[in-house]
């Protein structure tokens, strides 16, 4: 039914114990789902063997040994064994409501995002019980945290839809934003599957990122996807830029909103005079963003 794919760190310290719990919790999907690991970072083939999983080791990277993302999607194509394929980082947990959502979806083309929930986890999972899934999830509605904008760190879409992928690295700025861009210019429905989907990502640090500049993957290597990525007031779209909501009662096209009001403009006049409309733009969302500061100072001084 499902392919997913990955392209993890190093299985060392760490690292190696929070992506060992998100392979194992991929393993628990029912029903079974392909898994594939790409790359040849340590700890890759022998954790692909120890779990009988397919492991793709040559990849493209750039001078930095981080791998190019449009290497391995057009990979994938050609070597998953379904036809729906999901990739997501290898620090992401799935449960059982992930499959059934799949089901839900009629469209022909679409891609799948959704809202992740952060959490600290320190130990092995033990996934061998029955109720480890049910168990996990009500203490992570516990002790869980929300970024305060959404990562997006899953994207499950119809094979054959994304072959003009530029070469973005993988783990760094830019590159998921293009991408819900890129569909919506497309008018393939972009999904937001947060209410019925529950994802865990097992926060970790960014010490990996090479000549990192801030607190997570700032540094060069975000700013060349960035401008890959080309007017980034303009396309660096994010998960509220989807255009469809994935439901308990099945999905829903979004209401009309300011928001929908701008993506209709950026995606209805040629790119060409994008350049006149984003000053526009961006002090919409400045406005916007003035709004909600101004909210949220309010909330403060009524309900202190």
Known sequence: MLTIFTIPKPFVGHIGLIQRNAIMSWLKLIPECEIILFGNEAGIREIAQEFGIRHVPEIKKNEYGT???????????????????CYCNADIMFFYDLPEAVKKISFKEYLV???????????????????WADEFLAFAREHHSVQNFPGMDYFIFPKGILNEFPPFVVGRRGWDNWL?????????PVIDATPVVHVIHQNHSYAHVPQKEGKRWEGPESWDNVRLVGNR??????????DWVLTPEGLKKKPFSIRTAEQDLILSTPKKIHIFIEPFYRMGHTIKFGYLK???YSKKIIFR
């Open 294 to 296: 101004l909210f949220e």
């Open 180 to 188: 819900i861009y890129h569909m919506r210019m497309r008018k393939i």
């Open 67 to 85: 791998p190019f993302l449009d290497d391995v999607f057009n990979k994938v194509q050609t070597v998953a064994r379904h036809k729906i394929l």
């Open 233 to 242: 007031q303009i396309y660096l779209w994010e998960l509220a830029d989807s």
């Open 113 to 131: 995002v959704g809202e992740r929930w952060d959490e600290d986890v320190t130990n092995t999972i033990d996934t061998s019980r029955e109720t």
